[in-house]
């Protein structure tokens, strides 16, 4: 009974502990109480039957507990040290000991029974495992959320780990890019592995992901577009000279593309040939002009050195364009490895959030670019393809639709909801009291609360611009969440109110 | 030894059956005489007058075949008139100093009312109460064995008497206090004493059967843990001591000398035998533990003037001391 109650008692006080600091599932709780509760059980009943008892304290315990009056005690010691006492006297007494003991009736007189200050502690034990099992599902449901948390926290430290060794096995980065965007990385999974709480890891997925944003070119993706489109433009033109150019980079082959531009020998062309060829480098200037001027300058020459049947001077140019079109490849890669590091990072954080109990990201800022899909999302889709570069192309004001807020009142409602009337006492003392409210000061008679000068705005005029005051607020915000002063539960919402702020 | 458990009890037996027609009830206080009579101890008995305190004695003293003496003790009672005297004897015309015995060379010898004589001439007992002799006119004679000093004393009638010194109440196996008797037992005492027939005791044991009861009894074992309990219980009763009790330090002036532990020993003996038993039980020494230390307890000024009694404090220390196991 005394291992069932230390077993009830341990397991009470470990579950009360795990649950207090939310590390216990309910089902982990029961095999907590079992567990504990029979080991103990078991290591008592083992320690008392393997306890060593010596015979004598046995025998005394006997003649108390079965009222002997030392009959046994006394037998037992004169078995030992016989000297001295009669011959008749010891033969008697053992018989008078064996007599009486074998008049005992154990069962009788001592029956397996409880005490009852130990059943009232194993009750006592017992209700209150029950009332913790019964009526703790609030601490269950923390502990499962906290279990959630961790799991999510550890998926997105795998997930990290796999984008790190993405990104360095793409060939298509240099050692700096490389270092550049997997260095966030790493900081966050050390970050993640040593606090995996929930309000760290929301603001370290965040956080990471802010900076990869950093690291990722804005232009980078309409670069892209705008080479695909070439490409796709000059893989048309049958039998023209940047066919296979223009299928590279209809592929988004940039580098492959590159190194063709590279390879053209202008010198053994014809000049039927040098007249195509300048013509579609003209044609792939126009279409760069305005996501690559640098190149599209360069193809310029080139066009127009063969133009001028200045092989030597074209072919330069080529070279040229042909590096300046790798480096504008790496730099659509390293922008597609950020954005996708960005898209993962904020669906970790999102799944991070839902773990916790928060209402995860459904839509990012406006229209995002899908950089790593190749295509422009609408922002309505899911939070994977809808985290976009917020120096992109911005909100477009479609956020009412997304509800952000949830309290119709937000700036995409219009704010044209009614607010709860506040209670405003009038009478002092209640009902039949003396009326206690002003008058209007603007009316004849009013009471005038106070003077001075006054320097009201400029109407429709603001002093401080909007996109600071905005990034100061969503500082504060972010230190607010970093330092554990909001509740994980509030994360979604505050994320909501500042996305709707967003300029 | 030619004494058997079995007869041990049976003559016990007859011995308080035999007293039983002369005494009425006082149960326990001839139980505990007998006790002590068997483990070879003296009783003093207290008690207010008309108890049978003298005659419960007597019967004693006809029920066991010794030699029976009765010494009334008074304030002018000298040594002399107990122990004896060398008196001036003319035999054939040779005079010489010849030693007379007093009434103390008997077996069993009452001294009644032994607080009325001075402290000398009750301090003459002490070499005949220890050590069973009397040393008379640097002469030493051995009283016969068994010998018996049973004492009575008033409690009330203090004045004019002089109450026993610490050295003598110590030499008593136990002290027996007798009580009013209960309304039957005192119809019985009326009915038997006021009629034609006056009771009376026959003998039941010789001197030799006693001297053999008291050793067979001295053979009955004690286990080392009940020795300990009475150690234990003796080392309790003085105030300095670690475990004595709060009852103890408040109202004892001086606990129980060795010769109490001896007492508890023996006359729990005696009394496990007479329940039947052949060891000695922690019951038997809880039994006759206040007849055995009450005497030898003193208490201080403050337990006299709270009325305090020694059984009391014994009791206390009986219930309250731990069995060691």
């Not at chain 2, 016990?12 to 006082?26: C, F, L, N, P, R």
């Not at chain 2, 107990?82 to 008997?106: C, M, N, V, Y």
């Not at chain 2, 001896?262 to 038997?284: I, P, W």
């Amino acid at each position: 009974m005394r291992g069932l109650i230390i077993g009830l008692g341990l397991s009470l006080t470990l579950g009360g502990i795990g649950l207090y600091r939310a590390r216990l599932l309910q089902n982990e709780f029961l095999a907590l109480v079992i567990l504990l509760s029979l080991a103990f059980l078991f290591i008592f009943g083992l320690t008392a039957y393997f306890w060593r008892i010596q015979p004598i304290k046995a025998a005394r315990h006997f003649d108390r507990l079965f009222h002997l009056e030392e009959r046994v005690s006394t037998a037992l010691e004169l078995n030992q040290h016989p000297e001295h006492i009669p011959t008749e006297i010891l033969d008697r007494q053992l018989e008078d000991a064996v007599a009486t003991v074998r008049a005992v009736k154990p069962r009788q007189d001592f029956p397996l029974r409880l005490q009852m200050r130990e059943g009232m502690y194993a009750l006592l034990f017992i209700a209150l495992i029950s009332l913790v099992w019964f009526r703790g599902e609030t601490w269950f449901k923390a502990a499962q959320q906290a279990r959630n948390v961790q799991h999510a926290v550890e998926a997105q430290a795998a997930q990290i780990e796999e984008l790190i060794k993405q990104i360095e096995a793409n060939e298509a980065l240099t050692e700096e890019q490389k270092q550049a965007l997997t260095k966030p990385l790493k900081e966050a999974q050390a970050s993640l592995e040593n606090n995996p709480s929930l309000e760290n890891s929301v603001s370290t997925l965040t956080g990471t992901k802010e900076e990869l944003q950093a690291l990722s070119d804005p232009q980078a993706q309409q670069m892209s577009e705008a080479l695909q489109q070439t490409g796709s433009d000059l893989a048309e033109q049958t039998d023209g000279p940047l066919q296979s150019i223009g299928e590279n980079l209809a592929q988004g082959d940039t580098v492959n593309a590159a190194s063709e531009l590279a390879n053209i020998d202008t010198s053994e062309l014809s000049p039927e040939e040098q007249q195509q060829l300048a013509d579609q480098l003209n044609q792939m200037a126009e279409s760069l002009q305005s996501t690559n001027p640098q190149l599209a300058n360069e193809l310029n020459q080139a066009a127009d050195a063969l133009n001028n049947g200045d092989t030597e001077a074209a072919q330069q140019a080529l070279d040229n364009a042909a590096q300046s079109m790798a480096q504008a490849g790496q730099q659509i890669a390293s922008a597609q490895a950020a954005n996708q590091a960005v898209s993962q990072l904020q669906q970790g954080a999102d799944q991070v959030l839902a773990a916790g109990g928060g209402q995860p990201q459904a839509n990012q800022s406006g229209q995002g670019q899908g950089a790593n899909q190749g295509n422009q999302t609408d922002g309505t889709g899911g939070s994977g393809s809808g985290s976009g570069s917020e120096a992109g192309i911005g909100q477009n004001g479609n956020e009412a639709g997304s509800d952000p807020i949830a309290q119709n009142n937000g700036p995409g409602d219009g704010g044209e909801s009614a607010y709860e009337q506040i209670y405003a006492p009038q009478l002092l003392g209640g009902d039949g009291g003396e009326q206690v409210n002003l008058p209007s000061s603007d009316q004849p008679g009013g009471d005038v609360i106070g003077e001075g000068p006054t320097t009201p705005g400029d109407p429709n005029a603001s002093t401080v611009p909007y996109n600071e005051v905005y990034s100061q607020y969503e500082q504060i915000n972010n230190q607010a969440i970093e330092s554990g002063d909001v509740p994980p539960q509030f994360f979604q919402i505050i994320k909501d109110y500042f996305d709707s702020l967003k300029p | 030894m030619t004494l058997s458990a079995d007869k041990f009890r049976e003559q016990a037996e007859k011995i308080e059956s035999e007293i039983g027609k002369v005494i009425v009830g006082q149960n326990e206080v001839v139980r505990h005489v007998l006790v002590s009579i068997l483990a070879g101890g003296h009783v003093l008995l207290e008690g207010v007058p008309g108890l049978g305190k003298t005659m419960l004695i007597r019967t004693l003293g006809e029920v066991l075949d010794l030699k029976f003496s009765r010494i009334q003790f008074t304030p002018d009672l000298m040594p002399a008139d107990i122990l004896g005297t060398e008196i001036l004897t003319d035999s054939d015309g040779h005079r010489e100093f010849r030693f007379r015995q007093g009434p103390l060379f008997a077996n069993l010898v009452l001294a009644d009312e032994i607080n009325r004589a001075t402290p000398k001439t009750q301090s003459a007992l002490l070499e005949a109460m220890q050590e069973s002799s009397v040393t008379v006119a640097q002469q030493t004679y051995h009283l016969d064995e068994p010998f018996f000093v049973m004492a009575t004393q008033n409690p009330l009638e203090m004045e004019g008497t002089y109450p026993l010194p610490e050295a003598q109440l110590d030499r008593f196996f136990f002290k027996v206090n007798v009580n009013l008797p209960n309304v039957t037992e005192m119809v019985e005492i009326m009915e038997r004493t006021t009629g034609k027939e006056t009771p009376s005791a026959n003998k039941a044991v010789s001197g030799k059967e006693i001297l053999q009861m008291r050793e067979l009894a001295r053979g009955v074992p004690i286990a080392s843990h009940v020795k300990d309990f009475v150690a234990r219980l003796v080392l309790a009763t003085h105030p300095e001591d670690g475990s004595a009790s709060l009852l103890t330090k408040k109202y004892v002036r001086y606990g129980v000398s060795p010769r109490g532990g001896q007492a508890l020993v023996l006359g729990a003996k005696v009394t496990a035998l007479l329940s039947g038993r052949y060891n000695v039980s922690f019951e038997d020494i809880k039994a006759i533990a206040p007849a055995a230390l009450r005497h030898r307890l003193l208490l201080n000024f403050d337990g006299l003037a709270d009325g305090v009694k020694t059984d009391d404090v014994i009791n206390e220390l009986v219930s309250s001391l731990a069995v060691q196991v």
